[in-house]
C-alpha cells in the first residue's frame, strides 16, 4: 500500500492517496471494536453511544490498540484522525501552569503554521506525557513527527502538521505500579517506541465508518464507562443546497477514580473555515461548553479541544465575522461542542443526576458565570442532589459565597447578588411548571411532594434568577455520590 | 436567686451578681452532660475531648436543651456564655452576601457598642435562621434581649450586649420535614418562643466547671461528632506573676451530610485587652486558622467566630500594637484559633486522614494561600488520599490551576508558579525524613514503599516549595471518602 504519493506539493501538504472507503482501511483486529459492544458500557448509559453517524468528508479516523498501559491488552488506545486535504485547525488548552509536553508541541505546531494546512491528529491514552521535561517533549514531537511521516512530507518549511494529545496518569506512577527499575525517570516518559511502531498501522486502519468513529471515540476514552461520539448535518446560508457535516468525540473526567481525568475533544467538519477565524470561533464555543461544565473542578495538566475544517464539502469559504455564515457556523458549533461536554457531565463517576445551573436577569456576563460555576462545583449542592434533597438553602449559600475574596482580602462588591431579589426555582425536564423555591429572597411554601417528584429524574434545572439584569450563563454538573457512614459503605 | 443586681452603673453594665462556683449553678439536668459521654463519640474521635480544662476567671457557661429540632428529645442546643464583668470583645463574619439574621444582629451590636462592654453570647443550634426576612430579625434580636435580661439593664443608651448566633438548616426546610401546616413562612423562622422561654434557666444554669464548658461545647453542635472544646494558659511579658487563661469551642462543617454546616467559634479570655484592638487580633488570628481549613469549601450564611476579653485576671491592659504584650497575645490568640480550627477538621464527615498543606518559597503570602487553599479543596488530592494514593500529579495539577482566571477572561500571570522550580514533599508527622516527590519539576525517583508507610497514618504534611520567594502559607484540610462503585457502596 503506497502510503506516499508520488507527487510533490508546494506550499501545501499534498493530498492523502488512500481512497476513504471502508473496506480498504479495515481495523487489523475485531477487538478494536469490541470495547463499546461488549457490554461493559453500563446499561443506563447506553442510551448516549450513537448506532450511526453522519460523517465529515474526507476524514478518516481509527483507534488501535498499543497496549500503553501494561495492563491493556485488548482496548484501542491510539486515536488517529486524518484528513484527505489540509485542514483550517485550532484548539484550545489548559490554563493549567503545568503544561503536558502534547499540550507545548501541538500549541506550537498551530501557531507555526497559522492555523493553517494542518492534517491529522495523533492521540494516545493510558499515559498523561505529563511533567516529563525534555524527554516527554521529544516524545510529543516524534508521535507527531510519526504521524506526519505517514504522508507526503511538507514542502512549506513548518515542520509536522500532527495535534498531538495524551490522556492518562500524570508522571511516572502509571508505569512504576507495573514494572520496578532503578531508575524510574526513564520510565516516566511515554510508552513512545511502542506508540511509534503503532503509528503505521494505525494509518492503515484509517476509514469512514460508523465503527471507524466509535472505535476511535473509545481508544481517547480512560475512565469514561462509554465513548462519547457526535455528528450531526448543517448547512450554510450562502450554500443552502450543500449538507455540511460536523463530528466529534471528547472524553472525561470522572470524580473520585485514582487516574487523572483530563478532558479531551476533538471536532471535524467539512465546512470550508478561513484559518484566521478558527481560533476565535472555538474559543467562543469552548467557553459556553467545555467551559460551562464541572464534575470535580480540577482543571488538568492535558485538557484540550481541537477543531479541524478540510472545506470538502466545498461551498463558499467563511472568511468574515460579520457574514450570515458565520454566525450560523458558530451557532452550529457551539451547540455540538455543547452536546459533546454535556456527555462528559454523563459520565460523571458514580453521578445519578444531570444538572443544568441557569443564572439570570444579571447584570453582567461573567458575575452570571462566576455564580453558575460556583454552585455547579458546591460539593454541599452536588451531595444534596445526590440525597434527592430540595435545599435551597445550599443553592443560596453558594450564590452567596461565589464572588467572596480570599481570607484577608478586602470583600468584593458582588453588585450581581441582591438578596431580596433572588429568586431560585427547579426546572422539570418534563415541560410542566416550575417549582418556586424562593421568590425576590422569600422562601416559598414549598410542596414536598412535587419537589420529590422533579428530583427523581435523572435531568433537573436550577434556575436562579438575580433580578438585576438581562445578562445570562449556564453551566451543567452532576451530582457526588456519598456515603453515610462507614457501615453503609462496607470500605 | 438574684438575677439582677440592684446597684445601677454608668456607662458600663453593672457586675452580674452571681458567684463563680459550679455548686450553685448546676445544670437542671443530667442529661445535657451525656452526650459526649454516653457513647455516640467515635471511638477514634475521643482522644479530642478533654476530660478537665483551665478556664477563664470570670466566664460562666451553660448548655441546656431546647429542642429546637423537635426530634432532639434531650441534646442541649442552647449555649450561653456570660460574663462577670463587661468585656471587650469582636466578631468576624461570613463574607457569604446571603447573611443570616444573627449575623446582621450581632454585628450591628458590636459596632454600636464599639467592641465595648460585652456581656454575653447566646446560641442555639438545630435551625440557622437564615434567610428569614424581618421576622428572623426580629427573632434574633429578641434572642439577645432575652439574655440581656438576665444582667442588669444598661443604662448606656446603647442597647443591647449580647452576640447572638445561630447553627442549622437554612429556611424553613428543618421544620417542614416534621411539621405539615398550610403556610409554610410561619414556620420559617426560629422556635423563637421555645428558645425565650429556656433563656432564664439557662441563666440559671451558668458554671464554671469543666462539665458546664464540655456541655456548653456539645450545645453549639450540629452534624459534628464529637463536641471541640480547648483551654490554656499562658503569661504576658508586662505581668509575668499573672496566669492569663483563655477557653474556647468551635463547631463544623460536615461535608456530605444533608444538613447545613455552619462554622462557629467562641474565645474566651480573662486577659485584658483594649476593645479598639480585638477586631485586627481576631482577624489576623482567624485568616490563620479558621479560615485556613477546608472541609467542603463552601461558606455558609452563618459563619461567626467570636473573641470575649473580660480582663477579670488583673494585670496592665494591653493598649498598643506595639508592646510585647500585643505580640504575644496575638500568636497566643492565633495559636489557640489554630488548634480549634483543627478539630473542625478532625471532624470532616467521612474523613480518615489530617492533611496540612504547607506552600513555601513563594514570592508572596496570598499566592501562597491561594495555592494552597487550592489544594485543599481539590476533589482529586482529596480522595487520592483517602486511597492512600501518593498521586503527586493530583497535587501538581491543583498548583497549576490555583489561579486561573474564569472561562473568558485573560489568563493570570501567575508570577508564584514556575514549573522548572516547583517541588513536593510528603512530610511525615512522626519526624522521620520528608520524602520528595517532584525537585524542581522533575520527578523523583519514589521510594512506593516508604510512600505506602506515610500514608498509613493519619496525620500527613504536603509540603510545596515554590522556588520563588520567602513567603509561606498553610492549610488544613481532610481526605474526601468515595465509594468506587454502587455495588460496593451498596446504596
Known sequence: MALKSTSTSGLTLTRLMIRPTTSKYSMSGARHYSAPLDGTIPPAKQKYVPTSGTYPKGFLVSGTHVGVKPTNKSTPDLAFLASETPCAAAAVFTKNKFQAAPVTVSREMLKRRNNSDVRAVIIN????????????????????????????????????????????????????????????????????????????????????????????????????????????????????TIEYRMAGMTKGAGMIHPNMATLLGMIATDAPIAPNLLPSLLTNAVNKSFNSISIDGDTSTNDTVAVLANGAAGGKEITSESSDDYSIFQKTLTEFATDLAKLVVRDGEGATKF??????????????????????????VKTALYGKDANWGRILCATGYSQISEPGMPINEVPEIVPEKTSVSFIPTDGSPELKLLVNGEPESVDEVRAAEILEHEDLEILVRLGGGKEEAVYWTCDYRYVFNSSEAQL
Open 125 to 240: 491514552s493510558g499515559c498523561a506525557n505529563a511533567v516529563t521535561g525534555k524527554g516527554g517533549l521529544e516524545d510529543a514531537e516524534n508521535m507527531g513527527a510519526e504521524a506526519d511521516r505517514c504522508f507526503d512530507p511538507p514542502t512549506d518549511g513548518k515542520g509536522g502538521s500532527t495535534i498531538v494529545m495524551s490522556t492518562g496518569v500524570i508522571g511516572q506512577r502509571l508505569v512504576l505500579e507495573h514494572v520496578h527499575v532503578p531508575n524510574s525517570l526513564t520510565l516516566a516518559r511515554l510508552p513512545i517506541q511502542k506508540i511509534l511502531r503503532k503509528i503505521p498501522s494505525a494509518f492503515e486502519a484509517l476509514g469512514t465508518s460508523h465503527d471507524h468513529w466509535l472505535s476511535t471515540a473509545r481508544a481517547i476514552c480512560t475512565t469514561d464507562t462509554f465513548p462519547k461520539l457526535v455528528s450531526r448535518t448543517f448547512s450554510l446560508p450562502s450554500s443552502p
Open 355 to 380: 444538572v443544568t445551573i441557569r443564572v439570570t436577569e444579571s447584570p453582567s456576563e461573567v458575575g452570571a458565570r462566576k455564580i453558575a460555576s460556583t454552585i455547579a462545583r458546591s460539593p454541599l
